[in-house]
């Protein structure tokens, strides 16, 4: 497994544990606890985007525009919770977020770690042109 997929992995892992610590901090601490998310969650979105890159992921765009989803409404959160509203940010940095991450995990990290496999492996050539399927409907 390359680097990046385990800087990945470990970043992951901080971003369960920044969310459990949301879901326990006494309500006063939860604007220093949901920043703590963003910045978490932030660098995992750009750990993943260096590797996209890198490795020329076909999906990227698709896969990018998700994260930029995720990040919006975490952001309208993040402004509920310094306005005093600890529960939005707990239901949005906790349930929605986690269900999102699992899903996402499931299925987009799979084609990228596939993807990279692959490319390490040597069967695919990530700097050769991806081609694409056409259907003739003649």
């Known amino acids: 497994m390359c680097i990046q997929l385990s800087q990945i992995s470990e970043a992951e892992q901080s971003l369960h544990d920044r969310v459990d610590r949301l879901q326990q901090c006494h309500d006063i601490n939860v604007p220093d606890a949901y920043h703590a998310l963003m910045q978490t969650i932030e660098y995992l979105f750009w750990l993943e985007q260096e590797l996209m890159e890198a490795y020329d992921f076909p999906s990227r ?15 309208c959160a993040h402004g509920a919770v310094l306005r005093g509203d600890a529960a939005h940010g707990r ?14 995990r499931d299925t987009m990290h799979a084609v990228l770690s596939v993807w990279v496999s692959y490319c390490d492996a040597g069967l695919l050539d990530h700097r050769a042109p991806v081609q694409r399927l056409t259907i003739n409907a003649h």
């Open 61 to 75: 765009q698709s896969h990018l525009e998700q994260h930029a989803r995720v990040l919006r409404g975490l952001h």
């Open 91 to 104: 239901h949005a940095g906790g349930k929605l977020l986690l269900d999102w991450l699992a899903l996402h």
